[in-house]
């Protein structure tokens, strides 16, 4: 009979094991790259990023927006150049990383400080922006969850000026 009761709390157990398990599973991640920008930390889904480099040199061009910085040549690709921290109003800095990412098939290259980490975020942490801070850039900002600070996410689609 205890052998009966045993065998009943070992089912229960297991049940419990995999109750936690399933909702493991149910947690919805995002992989973000994280970078620095002006003391801020901004993030980019992970999937956007193409390509990290360093000590590239920018070819300047002539009669576009102050934030392009220009473009450079990757692998015969030309891509324009986006300096985040003058877009976000800042002053420019010197030694920066270029990030290359792909917009819908549209690569573009941002300038930053430094990257920072790659880490999995849940979703549901990643509060909106309110509605009147558009001109932001960032469509959301969330606590990162090893506490070293709060991630702002770069809406990349308001990083081109839109005719």
Known sequence: ??????FAKDQVFDLTNEDEA??????????????IADD??????AEYVVEILTNQSITYLPRVPDFI???INMRGQIIPILDIRLRLGKPPQEDSLV???????????ILVDAVDQMIDIDRS???PMPSHSTQLLVS???SLPDGSGTM???DCEQLMPHE
Do not use: H, P, S
């Open 99 to 109: 990030v290359v990412l792909n917009l819908d098939g549209t690569q573009l290259g």
């Open 22 to 35: 399933a909702a493991d599973d149910m947690v919805d991640t995002q992989k973000y790259l994280i970078f």
């Open 125 to 127: 942490v990643i509060l």
């Open 40 to 45: 801020l930390k901004l993030g980019v889904i």
């Open 1 to 6: 009979m205890n052998e009966d009761i045993l």
């Open 140 to 142: 959301g900002m969330c």
């Open 152 to 154: 702002m996410v770069l």
């Open 69 to 71: 910085r220009g473009i």
